[in-house]
């Protein structure tokens, strides 16, 4: 028998990821939270950035209150003393990563700060900056493919 509430998480984590299973309600909280410091890693974190992770983080089917906690959650905390907080977040390191990436150019930018903030989460992680780079270029080369997508599907204009 499906529940119903977990059959979009797991599919959509599955895709994503390749995860078996959905993270808790904590340790997504606390990866979104390291995600949004370094999204503000150039002084400012904008809507479209905390809109973006707080969507990504409601598609896991976290709890009210983990969106709740996001929608004001200054960034402003030391990124170590984040991630110290759950062994599972540090457990993932390069999806986290890419993730941070996203989120950080969610506004049309990846800004050299938040570059800098994203190498200050991978070292603490033990990622290489080879990685880091290969991710970046992930994310831009899986945005590309969104929009050929996207133009594809729909060359005049969405339906919806």
């Known amino acids: ?27 997504s909280c606390i990866y979104m ?9 150039d002084g400012v974190l904008s ?15 976290v709890a009210d209150w983990v969106i709740e906690e996001l929608k004001t959650y200054s960034a402003d905390e030391d990124l170590a003393e984040v991630i110290a907080r759950s062994p599972q977040v540090s457990i993932a390191q390069r999806d986290i990563l890419l993730t941070a990436i996203w989120v950080c150019a969610a506004d049309g930018e990846l800004h ?26 992930l994310q831009q080369e899986e945005s590309a493919l969104r929009h050929k997508r996207i133009n594809l599907l729909y060359p005049e204009k969405s339906p919806y």
């Open 47 to 61: 809507s479209e950035e905390r809109d973006w992770a707080i969507g990504f983080a409601a598609s896991w089917g």
């Open 112 to 137: 050299e700060k938040e570059k800098i903030k994203i190498r200050q989460m991978a070292s603490l992680l033990g990622v290489e900056e080879e990685i880091v780079e290969q991710l970046e270029q």
């Open 1 to 27: 028998m499906y529940d119903i509430k977990k059959v979009g998480p797991s599919w959509i984590l599955n895709w994503f990821f390749g995860f078996n299973q959905i993270p808790t309600n904590e340790d």
């Open 33 to 41: 939270k390291s995600v949004l410091c370094c999204a503000k890693g």
